[in-house]
Every structure is written in C-alpha cells, then in structure tokens.
C-alpha cells in the first residue's frame, strides 16, 4: 500500500473486515470509491450508518427488522403452530423463497463451537424455550446446517425441549452433509421441509 495514502489505506482496512475480501479486492474497492462522485459517496457513508442505526433483531424471533417486531412475527396471517429454529437470520431468507412455509421462525444466532469458544449461553434457547411455553406451539423444526456443529446443536435443542410437550422434528437429509442453508435451492430446501422426520416420540 501506498504510505502517504492514510485515508486510503484506511479505507482498504476496512474493507478487508468484510468476508472474502482479501488485499486485492479491497484496494480496487478503495480506489472505486476515489473516482465515485462526492454525492455518491456521501450516500454510501449515510446508507452505512443507515445499517447499524435504523436495523435490529426482532425482540421476538431475532430476524432483522426496522419494526418494533418483524413482518413474519406481526402477521396475522403466521401460524404460530409450527416454529423453524435456524441459527442465523440469512436462513429465514432461504426458507421465505420456498414461499410455503407459512409458520414462524427462531434465530440461535449461531451455533455450539468449542473450537469458536460458542457455548449455550451464546444462543438464543432461553428465549426459545419461553416462547415454546407461551405461544402455544405445536411443532419446532430444527434447522441447523448439517454440519458437525449443527447436528451437535440440534441433538442438545431437542434434548432441552424434551420436557415439553410439544413435537420436535429435523429437516429430512435432501441437503448434503456440510451444506449450508442459504445455498440451498428451493426445490431441495422445499423436499427437506416436507420429509422431515421426528426426533422424539410426543409425550
């Protein structure tokens, strides 16, 4: 990088802090926004802040939102029957294609990762369990990606939720070990939401 460039190099740090962006490609971001116009700019400056001051988790299910409570949470038109636990807000996306679904969602905000120093206390499951006791629901579908730490999360949800009275299933296996949900298709998403499969008998 160029030393006498500060504000430059700058920029280019920055946008090093997003994912997959590597020195290359955040210095042809930088210099981009050199040759932008300073209106532009100064909307992309504003668009930004925009992000972090006008968006949060929905104090319900944790989808982002500008509401008081997310669109999926407010309708009156959402079952609240059926619950689909995923663990990060970019998976209700990938469902809400599908365009089926008509029930409602809980975010983990992540999963369980000793190696990522994730534990229980760093998931949203108090508030899941404390949902499960007021809304009346019938079915929570575990939705975690298939990978290791997904399964793990998953079989410990169950287990938790194993006192209450309610049916707990798993997305059927038409996703490849490994996968992630937002790069999921819908006709494949769609099928492993219909074959899912019970984990507990109901008590």
């Known amino acids: 990088m160029i ?16 994912p997959s962006v590597g020195l290359k490609s955040a210095e042809r971001m930088a210099y ?6 300073p209106e ?46 995923v663990s990060f807000q970019k998976d209700v996306y990938a469902f809400e294609k599908i365009e089926r ?19 229980i206390e760093d998931l949203s499951i108090d508030s899941l369990i404390k949902r499960i006791t007021e809304e009346d629901i019938k079915e929570v579908i ?6 290791i730490e997904g399964e793990t999360t998953a079989l410990f949800i169950a287990k938790m939720l194993s006192k209450y009275t309610v049916k707990i299933t798993r997305l059927a296996y038409g996703m490849p070990m490994g996968g992630h949900l937002d790069y999921t298709d819908s006709m494949t998403l769609n099928k492993a939401l219909e074959g899912r499969t019970k ?5």
Request: proline residues 3%.
């Open 3 to 18: 030393r006498d460039l500060k504000a430059l190099n700058r920029l280019v740090d920055s946008f090093r802090k997003l």
């Open 32 to 37: 981009a926004v050199l040759e932008m116009k």
């Open 40 to 85: 532009d700019v100064e909307e992309f400056a504003q668009a930004l802040t925009n992000v972090k001051v006008k968006i949060h988790k929905c104090p319900v299910c944790g989808i982002y939102t500008e509401d008081e409570v997310c669109e999926i949470c407010s309708d009156p038109e959402r079952s609240h029957d059926t619950l689909i636990v």
């Open 101 to 119: 679904f008509k029930g409602v969602y809980h975010v983990l905000n992540g999963v369980l990762s000793a190696v990522n120093g994730v534990g």
């Open 142 to 147: 575990l939705a975690t990606n298939p990978t």
């Open 199 to 203: 984990i507990k008998n109901e008590e």
